[in-house]
């Protein structure tokens, strides 16, 4: 198991951006695959973002290709999500989650999860 801690949420007004970033705790933090998930009220957890080990393959939900970039620096043990171009309908509880292996979309295929920051767009 890693341990995980996001950092980074904020409220920003629709068209501006945001870092988030994800700190892990344990050696092995570089063989695990990362990746950003999120959640809206009264809606379920959904994928954002997902990047191997190696940083070499990243995945992106179809809603925020192009405006989201998933980056990992592993001698530091973080994950970064940078939103650019943020919309209102972007507002959730972001969460990053490890596993390892490959990446998936899947909530149910990742066993560890920070406890979440929460960003807000305002329109």
């Known amino acids: 198991q890693v341990q995980l801690v996001e950092s980074g949420g904020g409220l920003v007004q629709a068209g501006g951006s945001l870092r988030l970033s994800c700190a892990a705790s344990g050696r092995t933090f570089s063989s695990y695959a990362m990746g950003w998930f999120r959640q809206a009220p009264g809606k379920e957890r959904e994928f954002v973002a997902a990047?191997?080990?190696?940083?070499?393959?990243?995945d992106y939900a179809d809603s925020v290709k192009g405006r989201f970039t998933i980056s990992r620096d592993n001698a530091k043990n973080t994950v970064y999500l940078q939103m650019n171009s943020l919309k209102p309908e972007d507002t959730a509880v972001y969460y990053c989650?490890?596993?390892?292996?490959?990446?998936?979309?899947?909530?149910?295929?990742?066993?560890?999860w920070g406890q979440g920051t929460q960003v807000t767009v305002s329109s």
């Open positions: 990047i191997r080990w190696s940083g070499a393959n990243t």
């Open positions: 989650a490890a596993r390892a292996g490959s990446i998936y979309t899947s909530v149910n295929r990742w066993g560890s």
